[in-house]
């Protein structure tokens, strides 16, 4: 990803000579500033913070007339939004930064918009209009985007039973380790729902694998999505009891994330020696992608 986008480095200023003395550019110190409170806010999960620096960052930005910085402000602004489950706003703001884009000539592709852009429309179960998409963000040059796009290529695929798009996108995940925890923890994902039915006892130990290292990595909305990987496989192993207990242990947590499109289409998720009542709303906030 670029660096002035969510999740890398704050933004990069580049250096221009004036004149023959080699002075730097002057920096646009409102930008830079809102970007990096921004940032800051959305590591930790301080989302609708972030979303405020982001709006500014991006006013900014249109101020300045810089194509680069509309860009990454306006994908970030997209990603806080789908990670605070609002993928319906999420694909507004990609339609507009595209278009914002384009009047400056960059109507290029964009990797990254694209693959948010499909992560928003995966949330909506609009899957025919994702898979495009993530696939075509899986063979850019950036390993990340093309880590991510595999990961979403892969979940998509298995929401629509589309076995061989499945096989395809584990295969691209398929690390020499050791890796990060994300990438093992993608590849161990993707792996668990292509063995649920050949080896569903394998299948349910790369899926709690692939929990743990997410809880680890702080992405508590994959963990609880790992874990009902691993509640479907032990309960094609058999083991009821377990796929009840992994049931319910992701059940509880998609609840405390306080997602409500996610949390209504759920079971009564069993006693929780946390809650307050029934009006407490969680301010918990999820995680952006996929």
């Excluded at 194509?67 to 990609?94: E, H, M, W």
């Excluded at 930064?97 to 609009?126: I, K, N, P, Y």
């Excluded at 990987?229 to 319910?248: E, I, N």
């Excluded at 409500?260 to 006693?271: H, I, K, R, S, V």
Aim: hydrophobic share 45%; proline share 4%.
């Amino acid at each position: 990803m670029r660096g002035a986008r969510l999740t890398m480095a704050a933004l990069s200023v580049v250096l221009a000579g004036c004149g023959g003395g080699g002075v730097a550019a002057p920096r646009d110190e409102t930008l830079n500033q809102s970007m990096d409170a921004a940032r800051q806010a959305a590591e930790l999960d301080r989302l609708s913070v972030a979303e405020g620096q982001y709006r500014q960052a991006g006013t900014r930005a249109l101020a300045r007339d810089d194509a680069g910085a509309i860009g990454d402000a306006g994908y970030n602004l997209a990603v806080v939004q789908l990670a605070q489950d609002r993928p319906a706003d999420a694909l507004s703001t990609v339609a507009a930064t595209r278009a914002a884009l384009a009047v400056r000539g960059r109507d290029g592709g964009d990797a990254e918009l694209d693959l948010v852009q499909a992560a928003a429309l995966h949330r909506l179960s609009r899957d025919a209009e994702a898979a495009p998409l993530a696939a075509g963000a899986m063979d850019v040059a950036d390993p990340g985007v093309a880590e991510q796009a595999s990961l979403l290529t892969g979940l998509i695929a298995d929401a629509r039973g589309d076995r061989a798009t499945l096989s395809a996108a584990a295969g691209r995940l398929a690390h020499t380790r050791p890796v990060p925890d994300k990438w093992q923890a993608d590849e161990d994902e993707l792996r668990a729902r292509l063995l649920l039915t050949a080896d569903p006892g394998q299948a349910r130990q790369l899926a709690q694998h692939a929990a743990d290292l997410r809880r680890r990595m702080v992405d508590y909305r994959g963990m609880a999505r790992a874990l009902t990987v691993a509640a479907r496989a032990a309960g094609l192993a058999g083991d009821a009891s377990g796929a009840a207990a992994l049931s319910l242990r992701a059940t509880q947590s998609a609840r405390a994330l306080g997602n409500p499109a996610t949390a209504g289409a759920l079971p009564a998720a069993g006693p929780d020696p946390f809650a307050e009542g029934p009006d407490v709303q969680s301010t918990s906030r999820l995680r952006a992608l996929p």
